[in-house]
């Protein structure tokens, strides 16, 4: 288990007016936020047991960014799976990525890098061989972000969406 400072705090200065965003992890008192952040970036909507059931299993890579005002404005949530290696059949862990957002005028500030990076490391915890997700072709800046992480494209899942539009499925080695 993480101590209460490894967990909860993590600040780091982003803005010229030198207010701290807040990276920690989330609480059920969150995820009302969470959904918020979700609803308005994001055309996946989930029902909330679907996040309270990330958050009782998944907890320690389930985080979020705050505003000065404890304000929700970022949040990202993996799920663990356990399903066959690429090329083989040896069952591996794989830390799938559930969703990602940061609110539109919080952008571009390293918010959801630092939410990557957290998360990841508390992913670790988990035993994962490799971190997985899946991206709509359309999404260059989300790419862009998993590309600086080193994700490679592994293939494409054809009309992943529900809109049709397909997925790039992009892997890292843990
Ligand atoms: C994708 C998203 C989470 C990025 O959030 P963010 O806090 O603005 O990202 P960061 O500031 O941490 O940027 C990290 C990296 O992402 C990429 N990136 C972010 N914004 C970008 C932009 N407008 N254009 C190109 N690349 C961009 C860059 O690689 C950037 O690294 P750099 O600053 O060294 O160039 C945000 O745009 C978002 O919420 N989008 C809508 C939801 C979404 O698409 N989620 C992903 C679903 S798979």
């Not at 998944?58 to 949040?75: L, R, T």
Request: glycine residues 4%; contains cysteine.
């Amino acid at each position: 288990m993480g101590t209460e400072k490894d967990t909860r705090t993590n600040y780091f200065n982003i803005f010229n007016d030198k207010k701290p965003i807040v990276v920690r992890r989330c609480s059920i008192e969150d995820l009302e936020g969470v959904i918020e952040v979700n609803e308005k970036e994001l055309p996946e909507d989930y029902p909330y047991f679907f996040y309270k059931s990330i958050l009782d299993n998944y907890p320690e890579s389930f985080q979020v960014a705050c505003n000065s005002n404890g304000k929700i404005i970022g949040y990202i949530m993996w799920r663990v799976e356990r399903s066959p290696a690429i090329n083989s059949l040896k069952l591996m862990n794989k830390g799938h990525l559930v969703s990602i957002a940061v609110l539109k005028s919080y952008r571009r500030s390293g918010i959801a890098a630092t939410l990557l990076l957290n998360s990841m490391k508390k992913l670790k915890k988990y035993k994962i061989d490799e971190f997985v997700l899946e991206v709509r072709v359309s999404n260059y800046v989300a790419i862009s972000l998993y590309k600086k992480f080193n994700f490679t494209t592994h293939n494409i899942k054809e009309k992943y969406y529900r809109d049709g539009e397909n997925a790039y499925y992009m892997t890292l080695k843990a």
